[in-house]
């Protein structure tokens, strides 16, 4: 009573209602779903007696039985924090059994017991096991409506489920020293003989570069000055050689 008492206290409000459905649907099984009459061969009186849904077993009670517990057991499991997976989510398959039970007791109306040659009449446990059905089916939806997807399962959980998980892949370096340990720096020349290695890699001091003779242009070139003009005399006119 105390695991059944701590799984209740720790159910949702929709879980809550479809326990108390698929335990109405439960109860109702015992209550008085069919009238039947009979003769008395000896009064020659025809008298009444009313039978349960066990009174006349068929396959619609064994399904409605089965729904009633499995519903009963799912949720218990859940409120015991156990963690598996249902194809369309817990409320998906708490709708689909309340409404399939609902289905079997309204196909029972036409399919009654055999009456022997009497009428078969339906009691008020047979219309209690419909709406409790009914409201089972009803708190499905609710479930599945305020449902969140599940995250997906886990390696230990695959396992525990049976599910063959991949092994997972291990990188081993073909040669080489372990990932986890850096190679030593061999020491190089330099380092050996005690020097500076940082000298090594400074740039040599390049000589300065001697300034480059410029070309001469034509307007630099040095100008000689030019002998005055001779002085010309009109008056005496040059004489030509004979």
């Given at each position: 009573?105390?695991?059944?008492?701590?799984?209740?206290?720790?159910?949702?409000?929709?879980?809550?209602?479809?326990?108390?459905?698929?335990?109405?649907?439960?109860?109702?099984?015992?209550?008085?779903?069919?009238?039947?009459?009979?003769?008395?061969?000896?009064?020659?009186?025809?008298?009444?007696?009313?039978?349960?849904?066990?009174g006349d077993?068929?396959?619609?009670?064994?399904?409605?039985?089965?729904?009633?517990?499995?519903?009963?057991?799912?949720?218990f499991a859940?409120?015991?924090?156990?963690?598996?997976?249902?194809?369309?989510?817990?409320?998906?398959?708490?709708?689909?059994?309340?409404?399939?039970?609902?289905?079997?007791?309204?196909?029972?109306?036409?399919?009654?017991?055999?009456?022997?040659?009497?009428?078969?009449?339906?009691?008020?446990?047979?219309?209690?096991?419909?709406?409790?059905?009914?409201?089972?089916?009803?708190?499905?939806?609710?479930?599945?409506?305020?449902?969140?997807?599940?995250?997906?399962?886990?390696?230990?959980?695959?396992?525990?489920?049976?599910?063959?998980?991949?092994?997972?892949?291990?990188?081993?370096?073909?040669?080489?020293?372990?990932?986890?340990?850096?190679?030593?720096?061999?020491?190089?020349?330099?380092?050996?003989?005690?020097?500076?290695?940082?000298?090594?890699?400074?740039?040599?001091?390049?000589?300065?570069?001697?300034?480059?003779?410029?070309?001469?242009?034509?307007?630099?070139?040095?100008?000689?000055?030019?002998?005055?003009?001779?002085?010309?005399?009109?008056?005496?006119?040059?004489?030509?050689?004979?």
């Amino acid at each position: 009573m105390t695991r059944l008492a701590h799984a209740w206290r720790g159910m949702a409000p929709e879980q809550r209602l479809a326990a108390a459905a698929a335990i109405g649907l439960l109860v109702t099984m015992f209550l008085p779903w069919y009238g039947l009459q009979s003769l008395n061969p000896r009064t020659r009186a025809i008298y009444s007696h009313d039978i349960s849904a066990f009174g006349d077993v068929s396959f619609v009670e064994a399904a409605i039985f089965l729904v009633a517990v499995g519903v009963g057991v799912l949720l218990f499991a859940r409120a015991e924090g156990r963690e598996f997976q249902l194809p369309g989510g817990d409320g998906t398959v708490v709708l689909v059994a309340g409404a399939w039970a609902a289905v079997l007791i309204f196909y029972r109306v036409f399919s009654r017991p055999a009456g022997n040659g009497y009428p078969v009449g339906i009691q008020w446990g047979f219309f209690l096991a419909f709406v409790a059905a009914g409201t089972l089916a009803f708190a499905g939806w609710r479930m599945r409506a305020g449902e969140r997807p599940g995250p997906p399962l886990s390696r230990g959980r695959r396992e525990r489920a049976g599910a063959a998980a991949p092994p997972a892949p291990v990188n081993v370096p073909a040669t080489g020293p372990p990932r986890d340990h850096a190679p030593t720096p061999v020491p190089s020349g330099r380092e050996a003989r005690g020097e500076d290695p940082t000298e090594a890699r400074r740039p040599a001091p390049q000589p300065a570069a001697a300034p480059r003779a410029r070309a001469p242009r034509t307007h630099d070139a040095p100008t000689e000055p030019l002998d005055a003009p001779e002085q010309l005399s009109f008056e005496d006119p040059p004489t030509r050689p004979g």
